[in-house]
């Protein structure tokens, strides 16, 4: 009867792992996201301030146990951010920088262990909105690899960083932040 039993369960754990994997294979890995955030009394003065000061990040980001500045690469700032325990790490580019009106990063993928790929370009467009800020985010972001695919398409919407991010924003500036999703695949 136990070998019987302990048949079936190895069965359905063999079915269940291929079934995971035909999902994978047909389910979208990259994605967009595309936040409308208004901090009605932050100016973006404020706003620019946290999204480019990436050194005093770990401060209110406890997503983040360190923020180091790396060597320019072309003249474009470069940063790693560093998880709290030290398993996870990614390095960002600075690929456009308009004062308190557009910011662009690139995730730069050369130190990623195949097995955990992902990949991302962040835009951040700011413009006044009466005595606050209208900050629209746009995430191009791609997965590979099993922890990522989990993370991204069954324990969590690709949305789901974005939003935690802004809410932390709003609560260093002391501004409930106003959150419309556009868009989120």
């Known amino acids: 009867m136990i070998r019987r039993v302990g048949k079936y369960l190895l069965w359905a754990t063999v079915?269940?792992?291929?079934?995971?994997?035909?999902?994978?294979?047909?389910?979208?890995?990259?994605?967009?996201?595309?936040?409308?955030?208004?901090?009605?009394q932050s100016p973006p003065a404020a706003i620019w301030r946290l999204l480019t000061d990436h050194a005093a990040e770990p401060r209110?980001?406890?997503?983040?146990?360190?923020?180091?500045r790396q060597p320019d690469i072309g003249g474009h700032e470069v940063w790693t951010h560093t998880s709290p325990d030290k398993v996870f790490r990614f390095t960002v580019m600075t690929v456009s920088a308009i004062p308190e009106r557009r910011y662009e990063r690139l995730l730069l993928r050369d130190e990623q262990p195949r097995n955990q790929s992902w990949d991302g370009r962040w835009i951040y467009e700011l413009e006044?909105?009466?005595?606050?800020?209208r900050l629209r985010i746009t995430e191009y972001g791609w997965t590979d690899g099993f922890p990522f695919f989990i993370m991204q398409r069954v324990m969590a919407n690709p949305d789901a960083f974005l939003k935690f991010y802004v809410n932390q924003m709003g609560q260093v500036l002391n501004d409930p932040p106003a959150i419309q999703v556009l868009r989120s695949h």
């Open 128 to 133: 006044p909105s009466g005595r606050g800020t």
């Open 15 to 40: 079915m269940a792992v291929f079934a995971l994997v035909g999902v994978m294979a047909f389910t979208r890995r990259d994605h967009k996201v595309e936040l409308v955030v208004t901090y009605p």
């Open 60 to 68: 209110w980001l406890p997503s983040f146990g360190s923020v180091v």
